[in-house]
């Protein structure tokens, strides 16, 4: 079945670095594909998306590229903040799954001033 | 736009006790969602309701959870009767037209420990 395979934190960075957090994912058909964020005390909340291969979605500042060849969907970011600290969520969407929503396991995330 | 209300934050039981969750979804939003989250995992679909209606429970031990949308607006989630490894966050969420490259809204969660 579909699934999707994140890179274990925790990820600890100083304030400025560049960011990547590798995700992977399993899928039959032709997923669409969706970083979450959880800050601390809040809900879940969509960051970014991509529905097609090679779509690259974008928000406050991060970025990911829908790679149907590596079936990746890597999460970037330039320069961190502290303000980015928090526990990100990849997943996927597609018909084989009738549409729900899959997560992996979540990579937490801690920038230092 | 008020977001998707969840209550109670948090409940602690004994094992073979009951608990209720609740949840409302933002308003005309037809889907609702049921996830799962233990600690250091990714959500698990639990349920999902279209209108008043189940799409997906494959994933819902029925011999011990129930969940129902009645009026097709607020969903109760209930756990009957409690095991330790049901400890987790229930997060419900709503959408407007599913997750099919529609965003998912989600509540802040209800946590759940059971002793």
């Known amino acids: 079945g579909d699934s999707v395979t994140q890179m274990e934190g925790p990820v600890t960075l100083s304030e400025e670095a560049f960011l990547t957090i590798n995700c992977t994912y399993t899928?039959?058909?032709?997923?669409?594909l969706f970083w979450y964020v959880q800050y601390p005390g809040e809900g879940l909340q969509l960051l970014l998306k991509?529905?097609?291969?090679?779509d690259k979605g974008s928000n406050k500042g991060f970025e990911a590229t829908y790679r149907k060849e590596t079936t990746s969907f890597h999460l970037e970011k330039g320069s961190v903040q502290v303000s980015d600290s928090a526990v990100y969520f990849c997943?996927?969407?597609?018909?084989?799954?009738?549409?729900?929503?899959?997560f992996g396991s979540g990579t937490r995330l801690l920038v230092r001033p | 736009e008020a977001g998707v209300a969840q209550s109670p934050r948090y409940k602690i039981i004994e094992k073979r006790q009951s608990v209720a969750f609740w949840c409302n979804p933002i308003s005309g939003h037809a889907t609702l969602y049921w996830y799962q989250q233990i600690l250091g995992q990714g959500p698990k679909l639990l349920i999902q309701f279209q209108n008043n209606g189940v799409v997906d429970d494959s994933q819902l031990p029925k011999d011990r959870f129930s969940a129902e949308r009645l009026k097709g607006v607020d969903s109760t989630l209930k756990i009957q009767p409690a095991k330790l490894e049901d400890s987790a966050v229930y997060l419900c969420?709503?959408?407007?037209?599913?997750?099919?490259?529609?965003?998912?809204?989600f509540g802040e969660g209800s946590r759940l420990t059971v002793l």
């Open positions: 991509a529905t097609k291969a090679d």
């Open positions: 969420a709503s959408s407007f037209q599913g997750a099919r490259g529609g965003e998912l809204f």
């Open positions: 899928a039959t058909g032709y997923p669409s």
């Open positions: 997943a996927l969407s597609d018909l084989d799954s009738s549409y729900k929503l899959i």
